[in-house]
């Protein structure tokens, strides 16, 4: 069973930093794009950045580009998002989704092509 279990979320003062983990079990890291993608209430989900299982190609929403970074260990089947400089408007629910390529194409940040979704973590930035 396909299972993606989001961590390391919390409270944070702005200009802080966390890093998000996203631990996969039942499929393998190396066929799967990762994608991380935020929410708040009442909003669209939005993509913020995504690694691809080919290359490594990685990508980022202009609203995070050099604050996050997005890393995974094949090993140990677990994906990263470490934030940095973290603003009040980086507040919302993360999820991390898996979209099955077996290694055909990069990742992008649209919602349509992930199927497996975890349960999301929540994400404050507050002082």
């Known amino acids: 069973q396909l299972q993606l279990v989001e961590s390391g979320g919390g409270l944070v003062q702005p200009g802080g930093s966390l890093r998000l983990s996203c631990a996969v079990s039942g499929f393998t890291l190396d066929y799967y794009n990762i994608g991380w993608f935020r929410q708040a209430p009442g909003k669209e989900r939005e993509g913020v950045s995504c690694i691809s299982s080919s290359d490594g190609t990685t990508y980022y929403a202009d609203s995070v580009k050099g604050r996050f970074i997005i890393s995974r260990d094949n090993a140990n089947n677990t994906v990263y998002l470490q934030m940095n400089s973290l603003k009040p408007e980086d507040t919302f629910v993360y999820y991390c989704?898996?979209?099955?390529?077996?290694?055909?194409?990069?990742?992008?940040?649209?919602?349509?092509?992930?199927?497996?979704w975890g349960q999301g973590t929540q994400v404050t930035v507050s002082s």
């Open positions: 989704a898996a979209d099955r390529t077996f290694g055909y194409r990069r990742c992008v940040l649209a919602r349509g092509p992930y199927d497996y």
